[in-house]
């Protein structure tokens, strides 16, 4: 049984570096730690410098995504016992500009988010004194997978097209504008639609489908494009129709 | 130094953050609102509640009940008057949420369905799943995108709060990604910065609970009110802390010792019975669960484990089509993180640190007594949870409050000028203190030792149950602490992303939170709530009828005195569970 | 003061990798997606092969002739093999995507991934079947 797991982990410090570096550190390896612990126990004991995002350590609020072995994960989620022999190589999220070490940059990210309206759109208020919009159980199952986003950004990582085409709105975020279009009380889809299918929309999505493969909450944004896709195809259609919608 | 200025300034962008900032945008949309947090908001600790939030909407419940609940379930020593407008505000709180698109889970008719939840008589607790937290925050969040006028400040890290005029006028922060300090003036702040779990060693909290804005408050002049009242959340996973919903035990799961026994029936929490009764045994109030487990331990009936002792939480018998409709993300952490399916296996569980009820000092409508300064959520205590919260009355208060808040600090910046010189200059000073810091080389102390010493003593000290000569001992270690975290040295002395120089300031924001955790615990010589001394073990509504008040002393331990609790209709009775 | 995301938007000093341009080499799971794009070209193939073979016939016996002996070629032989396994890769790839973006619903429930993938396999070789048998018999 081993002691300890060797780790790799890109470092750049801008000020230093002009691009990043891997330095080797050698960890404890126990059984119940994960690859975010064996950060934990480096910057704590070997080298204060190393700079990383964390904060639940519970896979729900979405800040440690990093690449583990060439695939991303969220670092709080990936035994150590998983992830073979070792040395485990630890790099920051893939297709993002990186900020420093482990951190990347996810501006652009938040831009989109803001961009494809996700909130409640309504042609009419119901006052709050009216009680609650109903929604039945089968009505709330529509969306509810969608909704499970945490943002980790883990399917940026994972889809070639954003990495080839930055300017691609990307899954998350076209699976959280789904989620509001699904959403028996929003009135939305129409505004959403304007948005996404245009360039960068929902159509740059040629369906490689590694987003919902790498998606830690199973929210399935492949599948949450691709409905959209025929639901925005078959609003085309009918629009063509003499009496159709417009 | 850059300066920017705003008229309402949101510290902290979590529930009660977000929830204040749509207020202001809102109520005063000719006044500027900027949210500074120092994680993107989605990242909040909000995202990470589970089991519900509580507001009286069915019929069968009443205000007053919910009241009572509350104001019995904090042992009393909550303000009446703020729980009686809390319970009054939170259905349409929880109404408006709704509207804005929370996906509470319904019943087949389409209403919105409640559960029960520990030490509540009624049901009246909503739900999303077990993911109530994270439904919640991320609602609140893509609610504000849609307000053009909330400005925010993403991964900016405050350091101070400037004070002139004895006026709160704004904020000093480092932007994380690039090492520029800022000033902020603000003609109002909000702290909703959260609680500050992770200056004990075993907690729910996540990394970022320091205290950030609790210890801002307190080194501008704000008191710090019941800061001796810290909730042990009696279910968390034993090596991680990770959180086991209290909604477990209300969907009907059992607390048993390593007999198999349902232990809670010896401590005067009712009788065993198969399916789950209200404010009875597993739904009794959570600090009496936590006190329950440390009797077992002293008795030799709670099993040893790698990390510690722990009981088991048995949701076997509700079969698997319940535990994947109600509590699916509590399978789901157990699979991962134990590697137990509690579909057929017992979970094991420790009281674990989850709560702080203590805060910066408020009225009922957010105010400290710093002018300018306003505080809501967990970062505040009004004081709605008294000497122990109830669990789902913490969400609800993050919208209650943070609603409160922001629109008094609307109405206070409506009416203020812009910041003068004298704040500027207090800024330049703090930017100065930041650069030798971050430059400092020499140093003897490392930042993960201190820490370690500080769960030490906190959890020895300042845990479950507390001692007068044990707290002394931890007041006097938490001083040498607070001196070595001067000393301390860092490897890190880059301006990009420097994370080392943020641990290092949180770290001085909790040992300052502990000094007065610590002192409030020594002067209460009481037993009441999740406060409990084996020296003093009767409560004492004679002398200690009030919340304590920490204020902190140039060299020195915090000066505590004490403010009366408002009582309105409930006069102190007997806490009763189970009978 | 302006409204919007108060950050510094972009700093020279973050880094940029490049994308390399065989980053489809880079796992199974591209280069399966990259062969399945490039399957359609299969499709392309034997679509535009079933038009020349019916202008082929329109011209009359000896064009037809001509072109059935250019089909028996050893070039054509093997290039129809290739197209023909690609487009069998093509139409397995595609019927595993299908429940992805199908969602159909029975009554307020979603019918399960395994009935949607197995009725187009059904469907497939019934429809197979059929032709075999037509071509077969005669």
């Given at each position: 049984?081993?002691?300890t797991?060797?780790?790799?982990?890109?470092?750049?410090?801008?000020e230093?570096?002009?691009?990043?570096?891997?330095?080797d550190?050698?960890?404890?390896?126990?059984?119940?730690?994960?690859?975010?612990?064996?950060?934990?126990?480096i910057?704590?004991?070997?080298?204060?410098?190393?700079?990383?995002?964390?904060?639940c350590?519970?896979?729900?609020?979405?800040?440690?995504?990093?690449?583990?072995n060439g695939?991303?994960?969220l670092t709080?989620?990936?035994?150590?016992?998983?992830q073979?022999?070792?040395?485990?190589?630890?790099?920051?999220?893939?297709f993002?500009?990186?900020i420093?070490?482990?951190?990347?940059?996810?501006?652009?990210?938040?831009?989109?988010l803001?961009?494809v309206?996700?909130w409640?759109?309504?042609?009419?208020e119901?006052p709050?004194?009216?009680?609650e919009?109903l929604?039945?159980p089968?009505?709330?199952?529509?969306y509810?997978?969608?909704?499970?986003?945490?943002?980790c950004l883990?399917?940026?990582s994972?889809?070639?097209?954003?990495?080839?085409?930055?300017?691609?709105?990307?899954?998350?975020?076209?699976?959280?504008?789904q989620?509001?279009?699904?959403?028996?009380?929003?009135?939305?889809?129409?505004?959403?639609l304007?948005?996404?299918s245009?360039?960068d929309g929902?159509?740059?999505?040629t369906?490689v489908?590694?987003?919902?493969?790498?998606?830690?909450?199973?929210v399935d944004?492949?599948?949450?494009?691709?409905?959209?896709?025929l639901?925005?195809?078959?609003?085309?259609?009918?629009?063509?129709?003499?009496?159709?919608?417009? | 130094?850059e300066?920017?200025?705003?008229?309402?300034?949101?510290v902290?962008g979590?529930?009660?953050?977000l929830?204040?900032a749509?207020a202001?945008a809102?109520?005063?949309p000719?006044?500027?609102?900027?949210v500074?947090?120092?994680?993107?908001?989605?990242?909040?600790?909000?995202?990470?509640?589970e089991?519900?939030?509580?507001?009286?909407?069915?019929?069968?419940?009443?205000?007053d009940?919910?009241?009572?609940?509350?104001?019995?379930g904090?042992d009393?020593?909550?303000?009446?008057?703020?729980v009686?407008?809390?319970?009054?505000?939170a259905?349409?709180?929880?109404?408006?949420?709704?509207?804005?698109?929370?996906?509470w889970?319904?019943e087949?008719?389409?209403?919105?369905a409640?559960?029960?939840?520990?030490?509540?008589?009624v049901?009246?607790?909503?739900?999303?799943?077990?993911?109530?937290?994270?439904?919640m925050?991320?609602?609140?969040f893509?609610?504000?995108l849609?307000?053009?006028?909330?400005?925010?400040?993403?991964?900016?890290?405050v350091t101070?709060?400037?004070?002139d005029?004895g006026?709160?006028?704004g904020?000093?922060?480092?932007?994380?990604?690039?090492?520029?300090?800022r000033?902020?003036?603000?003609?109002a702040?909000i702290?909703?910065t959260?609680?500050?779990?992770?200056?004990?060693?075993?907690?729910?909290?996540a990394?970022i609970k320091?205290?950030?804005?609790?210890a801002?408050?307190?080194?501008a002049?704000?008191?710090l009110?019941?800061?001796?009242?810290?909730?042990?959340?009696?279910t968390?996973?034993?090596?991680?802390?990770?959180?086991?919903?209290e909604?477990a035990?209300?969907e009907?799961?059992w607390?048993?010792?390593k007999?198999?026994y349902?232990?809670?029936?010896?401590?005067?929490?009712g009788?065993?019975?198969?399916?789950?009764?209200l404010?009875?045994m597993?739904?009794?109030?959570?600090?009496?669960?936590?006190?329950?487990f440390v009797?077992?331990q002293?008795?030799g009936?709670?099993?040893?484990g790698p990390?510690?002792?722990?009981?088991?939480?048995?949701v076997r018998?509700?079969?698997?089509?319940?535990?994947?409709?109600?509590?699916?993300?509590?399978r789901?952490?157990?699979?991962?993180?134990?590697?137990?399916?509690?579909?057929?296996e017992?979970i094991?569980?420790?009281?674990?640190?989850?709560y702080?009820m203590?805060?910066?000092?408020?009225?009922?409508?957010?105010?400290?007594p710093l002018?300018?300064?306003?505080?809501?959520?967990?970062a505040?205590?009004?004081s709605?949870?008294g000497?122990?919260?109830?669990?789902?009355?913490?969400l609800?208060?993050?919208?209650?409050?943070?609603?409160?808040?922001?629109k008094?600090?609307?109405?206070?910046?409506?009416?203020?000028?812009?910041?003068?010189?004298?704040?500027?200059?207090?800024?330049?000073?703090e930017?100065?203190?930041?650069?030798e810091r971050?430059?400092?080389?020499?140093?003897t102390?490392k930042?993960?030792?201190?820490?370690?010493?500080m769960?030490?003593t906190?959890?020895?000290?300042a845990?479950?149950?507390?001692?007068?000569?044990?707290?002394?001992?931890?007041?006097s270690k938490i001083e040498?602490?607070?001196?070595?975290?001067?000393a301390?040295?860092l490897?890190?002395h880059s301006?990009t992303f420097?994370?080392?120089?943020?641990?290092?300031?949180?770290?001085?924001?909790?040992?300052?939170?502990?000094?007065?955790?610590v002192q409030?615990?020594?002067?209460?010589k009481?037993?009441?709530?999740?406060?409990?001394?084996?020296?003093h073990?009767?409560?004492?509504d004679?002398k200690?009828?009030?919340?304590?008040?920490?204020?902190?002393?140039?060299?020195?331990?915090p000066?505590?005195e004490?403010?009366?609790?408002t009582?309105?209709?409930?006069p102190p009775?007997e806490?009763?569970?189970?009978? | 003061?302006?409204?919007?995301?108060g950050?510094?938007?972009?700093?020279?000093r973050?880094?940029?990798?490049?994308?390399s341009?065989?980053?489809?080499?880079?796992?199974?799971?591209?280069?399966?997606f990259?062969?399945?794009?490039?399957s359609s070209?299969?499709?392309?193939f034997?679509?535009v092969?079933?038009?020349a073979?019916?202008?082929?016939?329109?011209?009359?016996p000896?064009?037809?002739?001509?072109?059935?002996?250019?089909?028996?070629?050893?070039?054509?032989?093997?290039a129809?093999?290739?197209a023909?396994?690609?487009?069998?890769?093509?139409a397995?790839t595609?019927?595993?995507?299908?429940?992805?973006?199908?969602?159909v619903?029975?009554?307020?429930?979603?019918?399960?991934?395994?009935v949607?993938?197995?009725?187009n396999y059904l469907?497939?070789?019934?429809?197979?079947?059929?032709?075999?048998?037509i071509?077969?018999?005669?």
């Open positions: 049984m081993r002691q797991v060797g780790v790799s982990v890109a470092r750049y410090r801008p230093q570096e002009a691009e990043p570096v891997f330095q550190y050698e960890v404890p390896f126990r059984k119940d730690w994960v690859v975010l612990d064996a950060l934990n126990y910057k704590d004991r070997l080298d204060g410098s190393l700079s990383f995002r964390w904060s350590r519970m896979g729900v609020c979405g800040s440690c995504g990093m690449m583990v695939q991303p994960k709080c989620a990936a035994f150590l016992s998983d073979g022999e070792g040395p485990i190589r630890v790099e920051p999220l893939r993002f500009p990186v420093r070490d482990l951190v990347v940059d996810i501006t652009d990210f938040m831009r989109k803001k961009k309206k996700p409640i759109v309504r042609e009419t119901k709050v004194a009216e009680g919009y929604q039945t089968d009505q709330l199952d529509a509810k997978q969608f909704s499970m986003c945490i943002n883990l399917c940026y994972a889809c070639p097209i954003y990495g080839l085409e930055p300017t691609f709105v990307g899954p998350a975020a076209i699976a959280l504008a989620r509001y279009n699904m959403d028996s009380r929003d009135q939305g889809a129409r505004e959403r304007e948005i996404l245009h360039k929902m159509w740059e999505c369906f489908g590694e987003c919902t493969k790498a998606c830690p909450k199973h944004p492949a599948g949450a494009i691709q409905q959209y896709k639901a925005s195809a078959a609003h085309w259609f009918k629009t063509l129709l003499p009496l159709g919608s417009r | 130094m300066i920017l200025s705003c008229d309402v300034l949101v902290g979590g529930g009660a953050g929830r204040a749509i202001v809102e109520g005063h000719a006044l500027s609102v900027a500074i947090s120092k994680v993107y908001p989605m990242r909040s600790h909000t995202v990470s509640a089991g519900g939030a509580a507001a009286v909407i069915k019929p069968g419940d009443s205000l009940a919910h009241a009572y609940d509350t104001i019995s904090g009393w020593l909550c303000d009446q008057d703020a009686e407008a809390f319970v009054k505000e259905p349409e709180e929880m109404l408006r949420i709704e509207h804005w698109g929370c996906p889970s319904r087949p008719d389409g209403h919105v409640v559960r029960p939840f520990g030490g509540m008589k049901q009246r607790t909503w739900f999303a799943a077990d993911k109530t937290g994270f439904h925050l991320h609602t609140l893509q609610t504000t849609k307000y053009e006028g909330i400005r925010r400040f993403d991964e900016s890290f101070r709060l400037l004070v005029e006026r709160c006028q904020v000093v922060a480092i932007e994380l990604a690039t090492g520029q300090i000033a902020i003036t603000a003609k702040v702290v909703c959260g609680g500050c779990g992770k200056i004990f060693p075993f907690t729910t909290n990394n320091n205290g950030d804005g609790m801002l408050a307190y080194r002049g704000a008191p009110k019941d800061m001796e009242f810290v909730q042990y959340h009696p968390g996973l034993p090596f991680t802390g990770i959180l086991i919903t909604a035990r209300a009907g799961g607390l048993l010792n007999d198999g349902r232990y809670l029936q010896d401590y005067d929490l009788k065993p019975e198969p399916k789950p009764v404010r009875s597993e739904l009794g109030p959570r600090d009496r669960l936590s006190q329950a009797k077992e002293e008795k009936r709670t099993m040893e990390y510690g002792n722990y009981v088991h939480l048995d018998h509700l079969g698997r089509k319940t535990i994947e409709k109600k509590i699916p993300f509590v789901e952490l157990c699979l991962k993180y134990e590697n137990i399916d509690p579909v057929s017992m094991p569980v420790r009281p674990v640190v989850h702080m203590g805060g910066v000092s408020t009225d009922i409508d957010g105010a400290t002018a300018g300064l306003y505080a809501a959520g967990e505040a205590c009004v709605i949870n000497a122990n919260r109830l669990g789902s009355n913490s609800t208060e993050l919208l209650v409050f943070g609603a409160r808040a922001g008094a600090a609307g109405v206070f910046a409506a009416a203020q000028r812009p910041a003068g010189p004298a704040v500027l200059a207090q800024a330049q000073d930017g100065r203190r930041l650069e971050l430059g400092r080389t020499a140093g102390e930042i993960a030792t201190l820490r370690t010493e769960h030490q906190m959890e020895g000290s845990g479950i149950y507390r001692t007068g000569a044990a707290l002394e001992g931890a007041a040498e602490l607070r001196l070595r975290c001067e301390v040295s490897d890190d301006r420097n994370t080392e120089l943020t641990s290092a300031l949180e770290l001085s924001y909790m040992l300052d939170l502990a000094a007065a955790i409030s615990a020594l002067q209460r009481e037993s009441r709530g999740s406060h409990q001394r084996t020296d073990p009767a409560r004492d004679g200690y009828l009030s919340h304590s008040l920490a204020y902190r002393t140039e060299d020195g331990p000066r505590i004490y403010l009366p609790v009582i309105t209709r409930w009775a806490r009763v569970y189970g009978r | 003061m302006s409204a919007g995301v950050y510094t938007p972009y700093h020279p973050w880094y940029r990798r490049r994308v341009v065989w980053w489809w080499m880079e796992s199974r799971s591209y280069t399966g990259v062969l399945r794009e490039i070209v299969a499709v392309a034997f679509a092969v079933l038009i073979l019916l202008r082929a016939l329109a011209r009359g000896e064009a037809y002739a001509r072109f059935a002996a250019a089909l028996a070629s050893p070039l054509m032989l093997a129809s093999l290739v023909f396994l690609f487009v069998l890769f093509h397995v595609w019927f595993h995507l299908a429940p992805t973006a199908m969602v619903r029975v009554r307020g429930k979603r019918v399960p991934d395994a949607i993938l197995s009725s469907a497939w070789i019934v429809l197979t079947a059929a032709v075999a048998f071509l077969l018999r005669g």
